[in-house]
């Protein structure tokens, strides 16, 4: 089935430093979500991005489908941004979200 | 907020046990999935219901059975509990494949 990384599994910030999350896929996807998971578990959704840009405020994604990445930007990160950020996605005929093990961001202040 | 709500938030049971969790789905979505977070994971897929038939299935024993009602809300059951079985269970709503799903606050549960 289709793998799906992401990277780094671990980053830590400053408050207002820009960073970006990285998530490959090995297969050619029909869905692809972006999610930030909170301390109390809620998967936010951030972005539905299964190809091209689309920004958010402070956060932006990228979805290059022909080379089966996505980047997730986050810029002038403040700390409610901290939490564990998780890509995931869907191939084919198939009917489930294949998540990644999903980035855990500190950002101190 | 996502429309999708989940209960109980938080359980505790004892290994042997039978547990029904609940979630409603937002307004409209006819498609209700469930997913299996343990700790430091990411969610694993469990099942699907579409239109109150299963459409799919992941690696997971018959003792995880599930429901979906007319108005698609939705439970999932889970029997002779285990502790493994100790996990954030999350129930995701969309309007089917290939679309945006969004995400319940989540039932922890945990096995004694």
């Known amino acids: 089935g289709i793998q799906v990384e992401q990277s780094p599994p671990d980053l830590i910030l400053q408050e207002g430093a820009n960073s970006t999350l990285r998530c490959n896929f090995s297969?050619?996807?029909?869905?692809l979500q972006w999610f930030h998971q909170n301390p109390w578990g809620q998967l936010i959704n951030l972005f539905y991005?299964?190809?091209g840009t689309k920004q958010n405020g402070r956060l932006s994604a990228t979805t290059v489908a022909t080379e089966r990445y996505s980047l997730l930007y986050i810029s002038s990160s403040q700390t409610t941004d901290s939490g564990v950020y998780f890509c995931?996605?869907?191939?084919?005929?198939?009917?489930?979200?294949?998540f990644g093990s999903g980035t855990r961001l500190l950002v101190r202040p | 907020e996502t429309g999708v709500t989940q209960s109980p938030t938080h359980l505790i049971k004892t290994r042997g046990q039978q547990v029904t969790l609940r979630c409603s789905s937002q307004?409209?979505?006819?498609?209700v999935s469930w997913y299996q977070q343990a700790l430091g994971q990411g969610p694993q897929f469990i099942f699907q219901?579409?239109?109150?038939?299963?459409?799919g299935r992941g690696n997971f024993p018959p003792r995880f059975s599930g429901l979906q009602f007319p108005n698609y809300s939705s439970e999932l059951n889970v029997n002779a509990l285990e502790l493994d079985d100790s996990a954030l269970y999350l129930c995701?709503?969309?309007?089917?494949?290939?679309?945006?799903?969004?995400f319940g606050q989540g039932t922890r549960l945990t096995v004694v």
């Open positions: 995931a996605v869907e191939a084919g005929s198939s009917y489930k979200l294949i």
């Open positions: 307004s409209g979505h006819n498609t």
């Open positions: 995701a709503s969309s309007l089917g494949q290939g679309i945006s799903a969004f």
């Open positions: 219901y579409y239109r109150e038939e299963e459409n």
């Open positions: 297969d050619s996807v029909n869905n």
């Open positions: 991005i299964p190809s």
